[in-house]
């Protein structure tokens, strides 16, 4: 299967020759893992963060702590906050209890 230059691979997805996925993820409060929310979310093995939508972290009552730039492969600049959460993958969970 075939979608927007997604190749179907097993239970996940990965574009040929490249280091991305997509794997089911859990997101929660960083020692509130009673409220989790479950995510399909897009793997970067070369990425050193997690991007997840604002409704979903507030909703978990994860607060924004400070502004962060990051640079694109395009080299553009963006502007985005940060904070801190636990990610569970198969039942492991980073972070904190």
């Known amino acids: ?9 097993g239970e996940g997805c990965t574009v040929r020759g490249m ?10 409060a960083i020692g509130r ?3 989790v929310r479950a995510l399909r979310v897009m793997v970067d ?3 050193e963060y997690t991007w997840v939508p604002a409704p ?6 994860i607060a924004r ?5 990051f640079s694109t492969a395009d080299g553009t600049v963006l502007s985005r906050d940060t904070g801190f959460a636990s990610l ?4 492991l969970h980073e972070g904190p209890l």
């Not at 299967?1 to 691979?9: D, E, T």
């Not at 794997?23 to 929660?28: F, L, P």
């Not at 702590?65 to 730039?69: Q, T």
Request: no cysteine; net charge negative.
């Open 88 to 91: 569970g993958v198969n039942g």
């Open 1 to 9: 299967m075939q979608q927007n230059g997604w190749a179907a691979q």
């Open 45 to 47: 093995t070369g990425s």
């Open 19 to 28: 280091g991305h996925f997509f794997e089911m993820v859990e997101v929660s």
């Open 56 to 61: 979903v972290l507030e909703s978990l009552g």
């Open 65 to 69: 702590e400070r502004p962060f730039e």
């Open 33 to 35: 893992r009673d409220d």
